[in-house]
């Protein structure tokens, strides 16, 4: 399974773009990546996944370079409740995810 | 629409006492399933996964075992608990077969062993 290293913490402001990258250099060909967010005392849920280039959706954007050994969650104008820990994952289909210790956002007024 | 449950949210138990969590999926079939404990302030650790009925892998060996009665139910047990089992336990699933969807989480049920 490939492993990932992503920032411990990050802090930003309101109305700021996050970006939070993500190292992954020994993905394999059918591997996927995908970013979670988690709340205190919640489960973590599932915010975007992609293969290759640029994925968006209404919470995120995902960039991913051709070689595919990194990827970066963009987050934009964050506010306060985007506060919470983002884990970055690789695997897919029968492959178990395993969770790193992710990274805490922390959004400041 | 697929739904997981997973209870209770809390429990507090004595070391050495037993223990049964309970986690079931709506609205899906042959889903599979996972265990997970997050200690306080951690990532998540894997503790089983099943892809079908009566079949558990375990991740890491300990004082826990998981077994899979009905096809959309899991079940997470100890006969004596430790201190260190406290945590935050979390089911999720996933659809079966070789794509990758992602995992939906249930609430979770924090455990505290005094």
């Known amino acids: 399974l490939a492993k990932t290293t992503q920032p411990i913490s990050m802090d930003s402001y309101e109305g700021q773009e996050v970006n939070i990258t993500c190292s992954h250099n020994?993905?394999?060909?059918?591997?996927?990546i995908t970013w979670y967010q988690q709340f205190p005392s919640q489960g973590p849920r599932f915010i975007i996944q992609g293969y290759k280039t640029k994925v968006t959706n209404e919470v995120a954007s995902l960039f991913i370079p051709a070689d595919r050994k990194s990827s970066t969650l963009s987050l934009p104008r964050v506010s306060l409740s985007d506060t919470a820990v983002y884990y970055c994952l690789v695997g897919g289909g029968y492959n178990k995810l395993i969770f790193g210790a992710g990274t805490r956002l922390a959004v400041h007024p | 629409s697929q739904t997981i449950h997973q209870w209770p949210a809390t429990l507090v138990q004595p070391v050495g006492s037993p223990l049964s969590l309970e986690c079931t999926v709506e609205g899906t079939s042959n889903p599979n399933l996972y265990w997970y404990r997050q200690a306080a302030g951690r990532g998540l650790q894997l503790l089983f996964y099943?892809?079908?009925?009566?079949?558990i892998s375990s991740e890491v060996p300990q004082n826990l075992s998981a077994s899979r009665p009905q096809d959309r139910q899991f079940i997470l047990s100890s006969k004596k608990l430790l201190l260190s089992d406290s945590g935050f336990y979390l089911c999720?699933?996933?659809?079966?077969?070789?794509?990758?969807?992602?995992?939906?989480f249930g609430s979770g049920t924090r455990l505290t062993v005094v």
């Open positions: 099943s892809v079908g009925i009566g079949q």
């Open positions: 999720a699933w996933s659809v079966a077969g070789d794509s990758p969807h992602g995992y939906t």
């Open positions: 020994n993905i394999a060909t059918n591997d996927y």
